[in-house]
């Protein structure tokens, strides 16, 4: 009886997409007694190229919008041999550069397809992904071209998070609209045209892949730097010679590296040193944590550099509430100095949530000692290094 209300399952590989273009995806089917013989993707029929009674190779069709698909499976005979899923694939909306400083090239990623653009266009509906800067150490900085996803912050109910299927990465909660203007909200005030930009128990993130270092053929202390910034609506955005200078930027890098806030240093850093670091094919990612709940004045942040998967550094400013009410929050990333190139990564999930520290160990007892020597303690080491402004 247990066999039979068992219901099969679905897993595909990758769990997710752009949905500007076709792609090919593995589909792995568990509880069906025939190969599979048809895949449909949102209700659409998917190309099935190779195929056996656990898995199928198969192209994609392009859906032309964002969220999450029902995924169904048939083998022959499909009306006694089928399975479905809800949300079992993700439709990402791809995401390019914008703004970018006067020395910095942006084309298409050569893994999407597209071709290079000098001018700052790219190949088709490809958005840029690439940004290169062309001389020079400086006005390399480049920002994302909207703003960025809201996912659930690692460690926040990730286990009851639809978003976030135990075998699958996780997804996005949605990708918030531009900050609207007073005037398109009929009159009112900027903060009654927005949703809070971002609740507590969610957070930004994105990432980087560096693909090319420049030479060093100076003693340049010149290096990458990475983090937010806050845009106002309908504004033209002019990028400055060094991203750290922006009034309404939160980021993180230089050598030695710093912490700054709208154009201010907060503090040196340690943990992450972008210029000893990075090298051809490091990921850097940034993530942004609202930690306290409070709508009126400054509001306590915390902005953590990820590095191949590991948390290096963190950082907590406030942010000011006219950023959070007036403007849309996007990712900046300075391709300054020893960093000649970098390439942002489509649909990056933030990193999992750290292990929770060691439970502290007892002493022994004052007879377990006189009756001879107990086990020995575990050395407990630091939890590694992090930085925090307050």
Same mark, same amino acid.
């Given at each position: 009886q247990q066999q039979q209300q068992q219901q099969p399952e679905i897993w595909m590989t990758p769990a997710c997409g752009s949905c500007d273009s076709s792609l090919e995806a593995e589909v792995r089917c568990s509880g069906l007694d025939g190969p599979i013989s048809d895949v449909f993707i949102g209700g659409r029929p998917a190309e099935?190229? $190779? $195929? $056996?009674?656990?898995?199928?190779?198969?192209?994609?069709?392009?859906?032309?919008?964002?969220? &999450?698909?029902?995924?169904?499976?048939?083998?022959? @005979?499909?009306?006694?041999?089928?399975?479905?899923?809800?949300?079992?694939?993700?439709?990402?909306?791809?995401? =390019?550069?914008?703004?970018?400083?006067? +020395?910095?090239?942006?084309?298409?990623?050569?893994?999407?397809? @597209?071709? @290079?653009?000098?001018? =700052?266009?790219?190949?088709g509906s490809t958005p840029p992904s690439v940004a290169r800067r062309t001389s020079g150490l400086l006005d390399g900085g480049v920002l994302t071209a909207e703003p960025l996803d809201l996912w659930p912050c690692p460690g926040h109910g990730d286990g009851a998070c639809p978003f976030a299927p135990s075998r699958e990465p996780r997804r996005p909660v949605s990708r918030p609209p531009p900050a609207l203007p007073a005037a398109a909200a009929g009159g009112v005030g900027a903060a009654a045209a927005l949703e809070e930009v971002l609740p507590v128990g969610q957070c930004h993130y994105f990432e980087v892949e560096v693909l090319e270092l420049a030479r060093r053929t100076t003693g340049t202390t010149r290096t990458l730097s990475i983090g937010f910034a806050w845009l106002p609506p309908a504004q033209r955005t002019s990028v400055p010679e060094m991203v750290s200078q922006m009034s309404r930027a939160f980021v993180v890098g230089g050598d030695l590296p710093r912490a700054h806030l709208g154009g201010r240093e907060l503090r040196k850093i340690t943990g992450w040193r972008p210029m000893l670091d990075?090298?051809?094919?490091?990921?850097?990612?940034?993530? &942004?944590?609202?930690?306290?709940? +409070?709508?009126?004045?400054?509001?306590?942040?915390?902005?953590?550099?990820?590095?191949? @998967?590991?948390?290096?550094?963190?950082?907590e400013a406030e942010i000011p509430q006219a950023w959070r009410e007036a403007c849309s929050v996007h990712g900046v990333v300075d391709v300054c100095g020893t960093v000649q190139c970098v390439e942002l990564r489509q649909a990056a999930p933030p990193p999992a949530a750290p292990p929770p520290p060691p439970a502290p160990v007892e002493p022994p007892s004052a007879g377990a000692a006189l009756g001879g020597p107990g086990p020995a303690l575990p050395l407990l080491s630091a939890r590694g290094p992090r930085e925090e402004v307050r």
């Open positions: 099935v190229l $190779t $195929t $056996t009674s656990r898995s199928a190779r198969v192209r994609l069709p392009a859906r032309g919008l964002e969220g &999450l698909v029902h995924v169904e499976v048939r083998a022959l @005979g499909w009306r006694q041999r089928m399975a479905s899923a809800e949300s079992a694939f993700w439709y990402y909306r791809p995401m =390019g550069w914008g703004p970018r400083g006067l +020395k910095v090239e942006l084309s298409s990623s050569a893994r999407s397809g @597209g071709g @290079g653009s000098g001018d =700052g266009g790219s190949s990075t090298e051809v094919g490091s990921v850097v990612g940034v993530m &942004l944590e609202r930690l306290e709940a +409070k709508e009126d004045g400054p509001c306590l942040h915390r902005l953590t550099v990820v590095q191949n @998967g590991a948390r290096r550094c963190s950082v």
